[in-house]
């Protein structure tokens, strides 16, 4: 056997080598061939044959020996435990033959004389095929072996990833899958080490590996060496870059920006014969981001050329070097959750009702389960596991995979979004939730509880047995209609959840959505940080915005970055985003509010929407609502932004809020910037044509707009059989705004339930010319169906 048979370099491999030295390394040679004029680094490299492998068996008699292994535990004389530990025991005990030890040391040399280092440090990882199924990948089922060093460690580190093959949870994967364990060889994968131990690592999908949403890059970060990402261990820093404006200039589009708590890292040991070790980060690393953003929109990039070269959604490794600063691709392999789903129909699931929440983490998967607490320290434990129980433990690995499989739910303390129980859980079809921080220490052996993945990117595990729902949403045959069909959305986290949907846009953005739910602070409270007195409020502050120096920028970056992932889920159709409508009393139950917030008897009908804009004690939060769209139009990109004036009640009172826009960076016409006025005042409808020319569009906002035509409080439980949109005056009003609307050149829109309740009301709005008609995401279908008829001449009287 010479040493191209046993032995190649990772630049004379490529896909067309899978089954000579598996998926693994056949991907790291086609990335180091093909890649690299795109700027992608891969650390050098070379693989061991599938010929090397077996002429090690070969050499040492290992085949018969194996053979019988197998056999004895296929007729239950042995169990699986004893079985594993004596097949690996004949591969450690065993030398290299001379021509494969040669080979390998030869191919050792040539890369310490390319690298100009005696004995560099190296990565050994296994890649383990199949001939006559050379597509199977065995992902994970193998070991890795890292900061090897010298000729001896080396060969024995390749021993070590031969034995492998021969793991208990390998074993029992093949079983499982039906390949035969005598037809399945190992590759060794060597490569330079990149000193991730002295800077960051970690994983990263080139697709959004929640709900699939195929024009976002999803990477996770933590400091040192990447298996604490991949394992799970910790809560890395998460960031989402979406794909689509990475190559326009001046943009940087990162929609996600989360420092994990990064508790603990994986460096390199100096303590005996451990290799690697796990230690405490400190206060600044938990506190600081592992990535700045030009090496994140640097990884995105990457993550497109490989997506691109290879024709599919891809799961990526990559590992920056504390040397020399630079960023590798250690691994890629093909994503296949998400990219393989139907896209014909969505299944939505609800909860019917609220409940104790319990503990709370990362949300994986978009469903809800039930079942009893089984809590676990070891896989080990797999009898003591309740059938269709919620598993809870502290992490998972390839080992946990059984038990997994009979689980309802799972619930772990630690991990990210691409840990090993993230991945698996959504293989399974299971919601999970990750990193949670406490879960086993709050949840009791037989609990009932609930686990809900289907509010967000926030997960809860809730006490009890609640009762919840689950339909399925076809797309199939879904109309097109004339008038746009968009969606209101205020929860970025869940948004990208309804990308499938043919809808239009986005034609209701909910500003104070997201101040309340995602940045949770008073503007003004960040405005006057110095000026704020209370310790109790300066202490949930500062926790809020730890890493900001500049409190107003967390503001502003939280903000930009929330609407920039509403704008992206149908970009580039337009996003409507609706200035801050919170109420007096709304506004003054953010942390700091009440200081900066006047009581009012009726805050329905007092200081909110356009009023607040250009007034001196809210001026200042206005500017940073400014700066947010400002960045998310400006320098992420997302020019499909509109801005909508809420509560605008005199023409004069938007020509002073026009002003402060334009004083703020934000002119109406400049960069191609809309901005649509709430016709929800009926000023807004008898002064329609002074509006038309101060706006691009009306968009009419139902609910409030009855409320004043028909003086009906629309929280009033005593008075809701009053209020109905569909009366009369109310119709009459939306008309006429319609017509005058055209008349002028304007855009008309309408946000509002009515009509996903009253199908008559969708009819209503097509027969009066209504421009585009924006409804919830569960509502979507219906509405749409409806309008279709509308248009193909179905009676458009609202009283039908």
Known sequence: MDNQDSVRPLEQIDYRDVALVG??????????????????????????????????????????????????FERGDQGLASTGRQIRALFNDTD????????????????????????????????????????????????????????????DACRRCFASLFTDRAITYRNNNGFDHMKVALSVGVQRMVRSDLAGSGVMFSIDTETGFPRAVLINANWGLGETVVQGSVDPDEYMVFKPLLDTPGTRPIIEKRAGAKGRKLVYSDQGSEVTRLVDTSREEQLKCVLTDDEILQLARWAVAIEDHYGQAMDMEWAKDGTDGSLYIVQARPETV?????????????????????????????????????????????????????????????????IMKRAAAIVTDHGGRTSHAAIVSRELGLPAIVGTGSGTQVLKDGQQVTVSCAEGDEGFVYE????????????????????????????????????????????????????????????????????????????????????YDDKPEYFVDQLARSLGRLAAVFYPEPAIVRMSDFKTNEYARLIGGAAFEPEEENPMLGWRGASRYYDADYREGFALECRAIRKVREEMGFRNVVVMIPFCRTPEEADKVLAEMAGNGLERGVNDLEV???????????????????????????????????????????????????????????????????????KTGLCGQAPSDHPDFARFLVGAGIGSISVNPDSFIAVKLHVAEAESGEPANPRD
């Open 464 to 547: 009890g047995e609640l009762d919840f729902s689950a339909e399925t949403l076809s797309l199939d045959d879904i109309p097109d209609t004339r008038t746009r069909v968009m969606l209101n959305l205020a929860n970025p986290a869940a948004a990208q959840r309804w990308w499938r949907l043919p809808a239009q846009g986005v034609g209701l953005a909910r500003m104070e959505f997201i101040i309340n739910n995602t940045i949770k602070i008073h503007p003004m409270a960040l405005v006057r940080w110095p000026d704020i007195d209370d310790p109790d409020t300066r202490e949930r502050i500062g926790e809020l915005t730890r890493g």
């Open 338 to 402: 998400q990219s393989q789903r139907g896209g014909g129909e969505l299944k939505r699931y609800r909860l019917n009702e609220s409940g104790t929440c319990l503990v709370q983490g990362l949300s994986i998967g978009d469903a809800v389960a039930a079942g009893p607490v089984c809590k676990l320290a070891s896989p080990d434990e797999i009898e003591d596991f309740v059938e269709d129980g919620v598993l809870v433990t502290g992490m998972t690995d390839p080992d946990w995979i059984p």
């Open 676 to 746: 649509y006025v709430m016709a929800e005042v009926p000023s807004n409808v008898i002064e329609a044509e002074a509006f038309a020319s101060r706006f691009d569009g009306f968009s009419i906002g139902s609910n409030d707009l009855t409320q004043l035509v028909l003086g009906v409080d629309r929280d009033s439980d005593r008075l809701s059989g009053l209020f109905d949109e569909r009366r009369p005056a109310v119709t009459r009003m939306i008309s006429q705004l319609i017509s005058t609307a055209h008349e002028q050149g304007c």
């Open 23 to 72: 998926g693994k390394n056949a991907s790291l040679g086609e990335m180091t061939s093909a890649l690299r004029a795109a700027g992608v680094r891969v650390p050098e490299g070379f693989a061991t044959t599938a010929n090397a492998y077996w002429g090690f068996l070969e050499a040492n008699g290992l085949v018969g020996r194996i053979t019988d292994q197998l056999q004895a």
């Open 96 to 155: 290299f033959p001379p021509e494969l030890a040669r080979a390998i040391k030869d191919s050792y040399r040539e890369m310490a004389e390319r690298l100009g280092q005696d004995e560099p440090d190296v990565a050994v990882r296994s890649s383990a095929t199949a001939e006559d199924l050379p597509e199977a990948s065995f992902a994970g089922q193998q070991e890795t072996f890292l900061n090897i060093r010298g000729e001896e460690a080396l060969l």
